[in-house]
């Protein structure tokens, strides 16, 4: 028994111990960004909070944690226990101390799939929601151009900026010059292309309008790996009789995002039934039909050879599935109670129904397609779940600035979307931890454990236990003495040793968005029959 003791002793002396900083390891620098945030410290110490690791392993501790720069390099436990046979050790401290009684600390999120939008919606606005609600590392498209999403990269990385750590997803090519279009299209080429882009600081490369031939999306895939940079496929409806999920995960993709190409591989013909008048390049035809297709798909097969044959291939699923939910329910999409303080103007602009923006489809959308998109959840949600059963890799992103998925309160509901696939909360978490850090190879990344990158969350609330008390609002709970309050939400988001305040954040996304809605439109087709009767709105 005192082996065994001994043993036990040990092991947590060395987490106790962890990574211990080197030598005459030079001074960090502190950075103030206002009362916004701050860091990194020297030493910066959370006490007695509860830990959720990252892999799926349940709360522990409470512990001490000691972060330095940009590092996790302590943690003490003060479980009874522990506590016990450490008789009177007196608490770490340092150049700042969180006092966590009461709160849980997690790892940070990784979105392997968003976006920042264009003017006049702000980037702050972006960066402020996704790190209020606990993202510190997002895989972003380079919406506003490929050198203004690197050199924002490059301040986040230098933390000159308040914003998560960011790896932009470009299309092949990207980045590189002397290629022509014959170039690109040849997959003998892939091996230059692929070394150009990673010459060019690049690490993720979008694969979406490749389908069209599997020779090339194999020599992609091949040469990012080789590379160690990952590929990323929107597989389209208009090439997945080319390309669908099975094949693009058996030549080699990392992570197919989204919804298409699924039931398409378990159709008994080769190809989608289209109506005669169907066009992919009207957005109404094509998410009316991404969303019938599950519905005469042959699900014994989706459920069992396609979903084997992708884990057999290795691919990571990811899913997105908060930025399609308005499919199922516009009506509860349009009337989130986020919307009014925190969904900005040009954000709600872009959402209306119209032709001419992207995912602005909902004209024409009946309740036949609703009914559809519900049936279509039911049986993506089966088929994640027996994908994550067998032991495939479900990683988490979210695709919001789109579709009415308001960024950082969208982030949260992806997460409830996949604990209602079945995944239990704690894979639903590690999906977007560790599962998420080993799909985009960041090795550093993902638990919460001395040597690891100082990303983490300090959340009012077990999360493991209710998801919501992550949301920016919190939740309702009830005291020891039965009475009502609401929790606090993600209190602190620590990225890079930087500590967030992240009430201060969601004040200045509140700012933002009462000054957009300045000069915007006081009524539109989705509010006009809400408003009071006989009110005149100039």
Same mark, same amino acid.
Request: glycine letters at 8%; proline letters at 6%; aromatic letters at 8%.
């Given at each position: 028994?005192?082996?065994?003791?001994?043993?036990?002793?040990?092991?947590?002396?060395?987490?106790?111990?962890?990574?211990?900083?080197?030598?005459?390891?030079?001074?960090?620098?502190?950075?103030?960004?206002?009362?916004?945030?701050?860091?990194?410290?020297?030493?910066?110490?959370?006490?007695?909070?509860?830990?959720?690791?990252?892999? @799926?392993? +349940?709360? #522990?501790?409470?512990?001490?944690?000691?972060? !330095?720069? $940009?590092? /996790?390099?302590?943690?003490?436990? =003060?479980?009874?226990?522990?506590?016990?046979?450490?008789?009177?050790?007196?608490?770490?401290?340092?150049?700042?101390?969180?006092?966590?009684?009461?709160?849980?600390?997690?790892?940070?999120?990784?979105?392997?799939?968003?976006?920042?939008?264009?003017?006049?919606?702000?980037?702050?606005?972006?960066?402020?929601?996704?790190?209020?609600?606990?993202?510190?590392?997002?895989?972003?498209?380079?919406?506003? @151009?490929? +050198?203004? #999403?690197?050199?924002?990269?490059?301040?986040? !990385?230098? $933390?000159? /900026?308040?914003?998560?750590?960011? =790896?932009?997803?470009?299309?092949?090519?990207?980045?590189?010059?002397?290629?022509?279009?014959?170039?690109?299209?040849?997959?003998?080429?892939?091996?230059?292309?692929?070394?150009?882009?990673?010459?060019?600081?690049?690490?993720?490369?979008?694969?979406?309008?490749?389908?069209?031939?599997?020779?090339?999306?194999?020599?992609?895939?091949?040469?990012?790996?080789?590379?160690?940079?990952?590929?990323?496929?929107?597989?389209?409806?208009?090439?997945?009789?080319?390309?669908?999920?099975?094949?693009?995960?058996?030549?080699?993709?990392?992570?197919?995002?989204?919804?298409?190409?699924?039931?398409?591989?378990?159709?008994?013909?080769?190809?989608?039934?289209?109506?005669?008048?169907?066009?992919?390049?009207?957005?109404?035809?094509?998410?009316?039909?991404?969303?019938?297709?599950?519905?005469?798909?042959?699900?014994?097969?989706?459920?069992?050879?396609?979903?084997?044959?992708?884990?057999?291939?290795?691919?990571?699923?990811?899913?997105?599935?908060?930025?399609?939910?308005?499919?199922?329910?516009?009506?509860?999409?349009?009337?989130?109670?986020?919307?009014?303080?925190?969904?900005?103007?040009?954000?709600?602009?872009?959402?209306?129904?119209?032709?001419?923006?992207?995912?602005?489809?909902?004209?024409?959308?009946?309740?036949?397609?609703?009914?559809?998109?519900?049936?279509?959840?039911?049986?993506?949600?089966?088929?994640?779940?027996?994908?994550?059963?067998?032991?495939?890799?479900?990683?988490?992103?979210?695709?919001?600035?789109?579709?009415?998925?308001?960024?950082?309160?969208?982030?949260?509901?992806?997460?409830?979307?996949?604990?209602?696939?079945?995944?239990?909360?704690?894979?639903?978490?590690?999906?977007?931890?560790?599962?998420?850090?080993?799909?985009?190879?960041?090795?550093?990344?993902?638990?919460?454990?001395?040597?690891?990158?100082?990303?983490?969350?300090?959340?009012?609330?077990?999360?493991?236990?209710?998801?919501?008390?992550?949301?920016?609002?919190?939740?309702?709970?009830?005291?020891?003495?039965?009475?009502?309050?609401?929790?606090?939400?993600?209190?602190?988001?620590?990225?890079?040793?930087?500590?967030?305040?992240?009430?201060?954040?969601?004040?200045?996304?509140?700012?933002?968005?009462?000054?957009?809605?300045?000069?915007?439109?006081?009524?539109?087709?989705?509010?006009?029959?809400?408003?009071?009767?006989?009110?005149?709105?100039?």
């Amino acid at each position: 028994m005192r082996t065994i003791l001994v043993a036990f002793a040990s092991l947590a002396l060395s987490l106790t111990l962890g990574a211990q900083r080197p030598a005459g390891a030079p001074n960090i620098t502190t950075r103030q960004f206002g009362d916004l945030a701050a860091g990194p410290y020297n030493r910066l110490v959370i006490r007695n909070a509860m830990v959720i690791p990252g892999h @799926g392993g +349940p709360p #522990a501790g409470p512990y001490d944690i000691l972060i !330095e720069g $940009n590092r /996790i390099t302590q943690m003490v436990p =003060f479980d009874p226990v522990s506590a016990e046979r450490r008789g009177g050790a007196q608490r770490l401290t340092g150049d700042r101390v969180i006092e966590a009684n009461g709160k849980y600390v997690m790892p940070g999120m990784i979105d392997l799939h968003t976006h920042l939008r264009t003017l006049p919606e702000e980037i702050e606005y972006v960066y402020y929601l996704k790190l209020a609600m606990g993202v510190t590392t997002m895989v972003n498209a380079a919406d506003r @151009g490929l +050198p203004s #999403a690197m050199e924002e990269a490059k301040k986040s !990385e230098a $933390n000159t /900026i308040i914003a998560p750590r960011m =790896f932009p997803l470009t299309s092949y090519g990207a980045g590189t010059t002397g290629f022509s279009r014959l170039d690109l299209d040849n997959p003998e080429k892939a091996p230059e292309v692929v070394r150009a882009m990673k010459a060019a600081g690049l690490r993720v490369i979008s694969m979406d309008p490749l389908g069209w031939s599997l020779e090339l999306v194999t020599a992609i895939a091949k040469a990012a790996k080789e590379n160690g940079m990952i590929t990323s496929f929107h597989l389209q409806p208009s090439n997945t009789a080319v390309t669908n999920a099975v094949r693009a995960a058996c030549a080699g993709i990392t992570m197919i995002e989204h919804h298409y190409g699924y039931a398409e591989a378990a159709l008994d013909n080769k190809s989608q039934d289209f109506p005669r008048n169907y066009s992919y390049g009207n957005e109404n035809d094509r998410f009316r039909e991404a969303g019938r297709v599950w519905n005469y798909t042959n699900k014994e097969r989706l459920l069992t050879t396609v979903v084997d044959s992708m884990l057999k291939c290795g691919v990571t699923l990811l899913p997105t599935r908060v930025v399609y939910e308005a499919n199922r329910d516009i009506l509860r999409a349009t009337s989130l109670p986020w919307h009014e303080k925190y969904t900005h103007a040009s954000l709600w602009g872009w959402n209306l129904p119209d032709p001419a923006w992207h995912g602005a489809f909902h004209y024409d959308w009946t309740s036949d397609d609703e009914y559809n998109w519900t049936q279509a959840f039911r049986l993506w949600g089966d088929m994640i779940y027996e994908f994550n059963r067998k032991g495939g890799r479900v990683a988490f992103g979210t695709d919001d600035n789109y579709i009415w998925a308001t960024p950082g309160f969208s982030t949260i509901r992806e997460l409830q979307l996949a604990r209602e696939t079945g995944m239990s909360t704690l894979e639903v978490l590690t999906s977007a931890t560790l599962n998420s850090a080993k799909t985009l190879g960041e090795p550093e990344l993902g638990l919460i454990r001395p040597g690891y990158k100082a990303d983490l969350l300090l959340v009012d609330g077990n999360p493991a236990s209710n998801l919501k008390y992550m949301y920016s609002f919190g939740d309702l709970a009830l005291d020891k003495d039965g009475k009502m309050f609401r929790t606090q939400g993600i209190v602190h988001t620590i990225k890079d040793g930087v500590v967030m305040n992240n009430a201060r954040l969601m004040d200045e996304v509140e700012k933002m968005v009462a000054k957009s809605k300045e000069k915007a439109p006081k009524t539109d087709a989705v509010r006009a029959p809400f408003l009071p009767r006989g009110v005149v709105i100039p």
